[in-house]
């Protein structure tokens, strides 16, 4: 029991990564100021672990969690500024040579869980946790994938008019620059925007690309506890096992019920 009697609730691995999950999203809507996050947030959370994972948490559970998610991040970002320590951005895993490893893991022993292993849900911890906030605006977006998104209507300052002299201006000459004017711009902005498309198309690929090999923890979990013929205590420790690796889950998920109870056999076997 914790302070004035209440429950003390446990949060298990697909209840952080759902939280994740969802609070990655309500930063992308735009739900987060500054570093606070909505109530809607919070409750959006707390409904949809009590409605996936059966358990009974309140949106001030959701909240406490993301202070040691904080915390957690804190410690990440320090190490990640440390020298000696490396970084690897396909496995985002911070990396350190066997020598510096032994020698942090010795001062800093809590350390040791971040060193030399996978950052689970890094990207949308970065998200949740740090202190910038998802935007949509021109000079985000635009500079990410390489676009100049300065305004052009510096171009008409480029094109100098005729001169004035003694009051007096050629009208041909002005009739002139007009019609240059106009004969351009169709030009200069069916190029910007064809290459807008094609960055915006290679953006778009890219994510999907990264959506698709994503691991389907809440799926996952799921696909687990439904399999018949196991107590639950068995299955939530194969599951604890299956998620620390995607290669693992979803080779459990590629195969059909038959396989995944051999599967799961042999893992009784080498766990008893």
Known sequence: MGKKGEKQFRWSKPMEYLMLEILADEVKQGNKST????????????????????????????????????????????????????????????????????????????????????????EEMSLVCGNDRARG?????????????????????????????????????????????????PSDVQDVVSDISTKLGEVAAAISKINDSRLDVTRLYEEVMAIEGYGEEFLGDAFDYLVQSDTLAKGFMAKNQNLRKVWLERFKRQHK
Not at 100 to 122: E, L, T
Not at 144 to 157: A, H, Q, R, Y
Not at 165 to 176: A, C, H, I, P, Y
């Open 137 to 185: 605006d021109c000079a985000k977006s635009f500079e990410d994938i390489g676009l100049d998104c300065s305004s052009e209507k510096g171009n008409e300052d480029e094109i100098e008019g005729p001169s004035k002299e003694n009051g007096v201006q050629d009208v041909s000459e002005t009739s002139q620059v007009k019609s240059s004017r106009k004969r351009n711009r």
């Open 35 to 122: 570093n606070q996050f909505k109530v809607i947030s919070f409750n959006r959370v707390s409904n949809a672990i009590n409605e996936q994972l059966g358990m009974d948490y309140s949106p001030k559970h959701v909240e406490n969690h993301l202070k040691t998610l904080r915390s957690t991040w804190n410690t990440v970002q320090t190490l990640l500024n440390k020298s000696g320590l490396g970084w690897d951005d396909n496995l985002k895993m911070i990396t350190a040579s066997p020598r510096v490893y032994a020698m942090h893991i010795q001062a800093h022993p809590s350390h040791d869980k971040f060193i030399n292993k996978k950052i689970d849900m890094f």
